[in-house]
């Protein structure tokens, strides 16, 4: 049972270029989240998927897209990087969104700096 | 809507000192609350929650948090510091959003041999 699994750990982009950060949990979980975690700003909400299926923008959602490609995987994508977009991104699950009391399991992160 | 209030980004204890974390929040609907650890380059893990029960939450490693209506507060608190409990400790709220969580700034705990 490895929880929440994020890939990759590290990446450097240049400004404009895209990529992929990928998302997998194996607790059957319905629910999945992406933040991103900077310096004094605690961690953001980017964008969740209530379930298969959905998903809706949070908190900073500008320049993010993301797919729920099945009930394991939550991807997020960047077409365009940009400087402000250096951060640590965590991808989260839980049982189900509508539980106010339900616990959000993290990923190990994923430390993207673009220059 | 939601927020939360972290009091101190950095907080220096000595070892077997005491630990105070401090989290206000505010919420437009009864609140649920949170309290997460990240060690150096991991993710959060959940440390206790808040769902409505008893005021006074237990959770591991010998931290507890006391929900404070009147206050508005949910702070972390345990009674002797250990030097494996250096990491940042994160309050969020979770309101009106379901799930969603509001996070707090964060505070880094640094322990003292």
């Known amino acids: 049972n490895a929880g929440v699994t994020q890939t990759p750990k590290f990446q450097v982009l240049k400004t404009g270029q895209s990529m992929t950060l990928q998302c997998a949990q194996d607790m059957n979980h319905n629910s999945m989240y992406w933040y991103r975690q900077d310096p004094g700003m605690g961690l953001r909400l980017i964008y969740y998927s209530a379930s298969e299926g959905t998903t809706d923008k949070g908190e900073v959602p500008n320049g993010y897209n993301v797919s729920r490609l099945n009930k394991r995987e939550f991807s997020l994508r960047l077409e365009s990087a940009a400087p402000s977009q250096t951060s640590v991104y965590f991808c989260?699950?839980?049982?189900?969104?509508?539980?106010?009391?339900?616990?959000?399991?993290f990923g190990p992160g994923t430390r993207l700096l673009v220059l | 809507a939601q927020s939360v209030t972290q009091l101190g980004s950095h907080v220096s204890v000595s070892e077997g000192a005491l630990v105070l974390l401090r989290c206000n929040y505010s919420?437009?609907?009864?609140?649920?609350l949170f309290w997460y650890v990240q060690y150096p380059n991991q993710g959060l893990q959940l440390l206790l929650k808040y769902t409505s029960a008893a005021t006074l939450v237990k959770g591991i490693n010998g931290f507890e948090a006391e929900f404070k209506k009147s206050e508005t507060s949910f702070h972390l608190t345990k009674p002797s510091a250990h030097m494996s409990d250096a990491a940042e400790y994160f309050c969020?709220?979770?309101?009106?959003?379901?799930?969603?969580?509001?996070f707090g700034e964060g505070t880094q705990l640094t322990v003292n041999p």
């Open positions: 989260a699950s839980s049982k189900a969104l509508w539980d106010r009391a339900v616990t959000q399991y």
């Open positions: 919420s437009s609907v009864p609140p649920y």
């Open positions: 969020a709220v979770s309101g009106g959003g379901g799930s969603r969580l509001t």
